[in-house]
Nanobody
């Protein structure tokens, strides 16, 4: 069993930055690829960015290319999402998730564990 807890969300103006963190407890963090997803009101949950078990592969959605950066620290059981140049359309609840696959898929069903989510609101 893996428990995931996100933090770092909040309210920011367009063009600003936020750094999300997701800390895991339980079974070995390094065994899991980690992904960040988001869900805006009335929309489906969408993949944002993901990182492989050892960090050698990163996948991301085109909508965040060049603005968001994922990283992980296996010694701290934590994955981060640095979000720069934020836009109002980035407003959503952001979730981290853990997958037993070697890389982070963009398919939510491939993830076994999810955090409770953290709200990110970007004002125009």
């Amino acid at each position: 069993q893996v428990q995931l807890v996100e933090s770092g969300g909040g309210l920011v103006q367009a063009g600003g930055s936020l750094r999300l963190s997701c800390t895991a407890s339980g079974r070995a963090f390094s065994r899991y690829a980690m992904g960040w997803f988001r869900q805006a009101p009335g929309k489906e949950r969408e993949f944002v960015e993901g990182i492989s078990r050892n960090g050698d592969r990163i996948d991301y959605a085109d909508s965040v290319k060049g603005r968001f950066t994922i990283s992980r620290d296996n010694a701290k059981n934590t994955v981060y999402l640095q979000m720069n140049s934020l836009k109002p359309e980035d407003t959503a609840v952001y979730y981290c998730a853990a997958s037993p696959k070697s890389y982070a898929s963009d398919v939510p069903d491939t993830y076994d564990y999810w955090g409770q989510g953290t709200q990110v609101t970007v004002s125009s």
